[in-house]
């Protein structure tokens, strides 16, 4: 009876054992991953090229007594590099990313033409150059976890200097202006976040700084004469840059 009792003991111990070997193991809850945010305040820093539009010089030159003279003097486009920095703020609702950003560059893009005349004494030459420029700009995009995809255009400010030199045998002028002019920009880019707080960017814009006139009257012997020309000038280009940003 005893020997019963023992071997019965044993095969519920032993098959309780296989039982507890065959429960399944606990498994880790998986923990998915969370989304990069663009929502916040950032800063940055960037650098590129700009290259310009090619537009004909035509220079009227008045004459009281008979009108005007028109003629074409070359052309302008404005190319060179460019750097500074910019700020913003990205707010993101779902996979749409809206935001304000403003930047301000440095650098130089000009341009020059000129014409000698067959006549002896007599040539024109004409000198563009934009030292900074800035833009204010809301951005809209859609991203794809850590990149962003974005349309952007606003405001444009810029400052234009446009230098002439004037001669005809005696009768000399020297137009030029040099003043801030705004008008807009429009692009697009991409962004690329490397972790919470950096990231870098690929960015197009065209900018657009409207028309400049200049004007001047034409000096025979030191005295002004009745004779004047006139020229009208665009000033307008495309840039490529690469910038870099922190977000707070």
Known sequence: ????????????????????????????????????????????????????????????????????????????????????????????????????????QGGGISDKAGRIGTATGYFLSTKSQVNWFGTVRPRIGYAFDNILIYATGGLAVGGVKYTQNYANGDFLAHPRTSKTRVGFAVGGGAEYAFNEHWTAKLEYQYIDLGRSKISATEINGGEPTDYSIHTRLRTDFHTVRLGANYKF
Do not use: C
Request: proline share 6%.
């Open 1 to 104: 009876m005893k020997l019963r009792i023992s071997i019965a003991a044993f095969l519920l111990a032993t098959a309780g054992a296989s039982a507890a070997d065959l429960a399944p193991a606990a498994v880790e809850p998986v923990v998915p991953a969370t989304a990069y945010d663009w929502t916040g305040f950032y800063a940055g820093i960037n650098a590129g090229y700009a290259f310009g539009s090619s537009h004909d010089v035509t220079m009227s030159e008045l004459f009281p007594a008979t009108g005007p003279l028109v003629d074409g003097y070359g052309s302008l486009s404005p190319k060179g590099g460019f750097g500074g920095v910019q700020a913003g703020y990205n707010r993101q609702a779902g996979n749409f990313v809206l935001g304000l950003e403003g930047d301000i």
